[in-house]
């Protein structure tokens, strides 16, 4: 690991101070991702900006019936709350299936959104990758990418995101509050994380310098009817090769309600519009709801090897959708 400065922040805008003016700064919570990537030489940051100490630690109700997150929330924290276990299962469950609980403990709701992937050639340094060294090519495109990205990649980069808690996120409309040198604002989600597009290097629309402070979860009937399933190579806490996210309202037999975001499957977490936009309305039953799923299916674009993500991201969100509809219509 290279020589680095260590700067513990006195505050928001300390910190934000701070990073802004070292190009290759960055802000640091529980570590459990940033320092593996030191380890390795693919992060080389010349200081670290401590933001444990800032007052961000706080779960909160909102007026709306909503919850606030604080980004030094830990992911054991989160998980636990009784808030987000009675109106959002999915996300307690997500985080549950993301690590285990010694990480859980240290990591926090901030890092959790930003992990890097876990793609072996971003992690290897002798490796062509575009995302580590622009204009240096992606390895993974004609190399080994069986777990890597159906949906959304381009020429430059076929990574996946890891997040299994930005999957979650996603499908509930998530609010991210950020901090910068510019002063506050908010980035919904889907919309933190980006595609690969011709920057690969770029994770999110994060501008340098900015801090997240918070998540902001809106009030939302269907998600207290849902769940998070994560298909992976060991019954550990392996990264996915296809997660799912999803809420089902059913009224009178028929969709009222339906959020799904999938996992393992792209560059960000990837919201399904087309099977939401399909299902709306229609009747609660597997003829529906497969055809749905076969419609957003239809938009992926498999590699040579990762062809086998289609029928099992079909098979994982057909159970899923209808369990949750059964469950939905009887409540």
Same mark, same amino acid.
């Given at each position: ?5 260590? !700067? ?23 570590? =459990?991702?940033?320092?593996?990537l030191m ?27 909503g ?5 030094a ?10 808030? !987000? ?16 609980g010694?990480?859980?403990n ?19 340094? =002798? ?50 509050l ?5 002063g506050?604002? !908010? ?25 997240? =402070? ?12 849902? =769940? ?19 809420? !089902? ?22 919201r ?52 949750l ?7």
């Open positions: 690991m290279k020589p680095f400065e260590y !700067v513990q922040a006195r505050d928001r805008d300390d910190a934000v101070a701070h990073v802004r003016n070292a190009r290759s700064a960055r802000f640091l919570g529980g570590g =459990t991702n940033l320092v593996d380890r390795l030489e693919v992060e080389t940051p010349d200081t670290l900006v401590d933001v444990t100490k800032l007052p961000l630690h706080d779960i909160e109700d909102m007026a709306d019936g919850l606030r997150i604080g980004a929330v830990t992911n054991s924290e989160l998980a636990a709350d009784h808030r !987000v276990r009675e109106r959002y299962p999915m996300l307690a469950l997500a985080l549950l299936n993301g690590a285990s010694q990480l859980r240290v990591a926090t709701v901030g890092g959790n959104l930003l992990q890097r992937t876990r793609c072996d050639y971003f992690q290897d340094v =002798t490796s062509a990758c575009n995302k580590r060294e622009p204009g240096s090519g992606c390895s993974a495109i004609d190399g080994e990418h069986r777990n890597l990205a159906i949906f959304g990649w381009s020429e430059n980069c076929d990574a996946t995101h890891p997040s299994d808690m930005a999957v979650a996120l996603a499908a509930l409309d998530a609010r991210v950020v901090h910068g040198p510019a506050a604002r !908010v980035i919904p989600m889907p919309g933190l994380h980006r595609l690969p597009g011709d920057e690969p290097d770029r994770d999110t629309e994060l501008e340098h310098g900015e801090l997240i =402070t918070g998540v902001e979860l809106a009030p939302l009937p269907a998600a207290r009817r849902s =769940t998070y399933r994560k298909v992976r190579e060991r019954a550990s806490f392996s990264f996915a090769i296809v997660s799912v996210a999803a809420a !089902v309202d059913v009224v009178d037999g028929e969709v009222a309600d339906v959020r799904v975001a999938l996992g393992g499957v792209a560059h960000a977490p990837w399904a519009r087309v099977l939401e936009d399909e299902l709306a309305g229609e009747p609660a039953d597997g003829r529906h709801v497969a055809a749905a799923v076969d419609a957003e299916l239809a938009h992926a674009r498999p590699l040579r090897d990762n062809a086998y993500k289609v029928p099992l991201a079909r098979a994982v969100t057909l159970r899923t959708l209808l369990d509809s059964e469950a939905s219509s009887r409540w």
